[in-house]
């Protein structure tokens, strides 16, 4: 089985032993911890830096905002960041996109990403 659909499995089981287990998050402790995303992104709208803004990430469509140069892999990548796709995502992100530019290894521990993903949906 690849990284990619062991992880995506990972993150099947996780949804449906815990239901919507980022609703239990906290989003102080997911500011905190999203601390580590700041070096290559920024949680304002409109303000990128070699990442996207994250501003919005939830609900917005990948590879969408205008004018910043997305990886082909992340521009191919062609779907809505929802909860779901952003737990799988944090888990391993070259695993979900393989080819993307973005080097951070991922979060291994659940509670840490529900705690950022339960941040990431207060930037509105």
């Known amino acids: 089985?690849?990284?990619?659909?062991?992880?995506i499995a990972v993150a099947a089981?996780?949804?449906l032993t815990h239901g919507s287990a980022w609703a239990a998050g906290d989003p102080e402790a997911g500011k905190?911890?999203?601390r580590k995303c700041?070096?290559?992104?920024?949680f304002e709208a409109g303000v990128?830096?070699?990442?996207?803004?994250l501003f919005g990430i939830v609900g917005r469509h990948s590879?969408?905002?205008?004018?910043?140069?997305?990886s082909p892999a992340m521009k191919g990548f062609d779907k809505t960041w929802d909860e779901a796709l952003l737990?799988?995502?944090?888990?391993?992100?070259r695993a979900t996109v393989p080819g993307t530019k973005m080097i951070f290894p991922g979060l291994k521990e659940e509670k840490d990403r529900q705690d950022v993903i339960a941040f990431l949906s207060t930037l509105k």
């Open 48 to 53: 990128n830096k070699v990442g996207p803004s």
């Open 32 to 34: 905190a911890i999203a």
């Open 38 to 42: 700041m070096a290559c992104h920024s």
């Open 87 to 93: 737990n799988t995502y944090l888990i391993e992100p």
């Open 63 to 70: 590879g969408s905002i205008a004018g910043f140069e997305y």
């Open 1 to 7: 089985m690849t990284m990619r659909r062991i992880g």
């Open 13 to 15: 089981a996780a949804y």
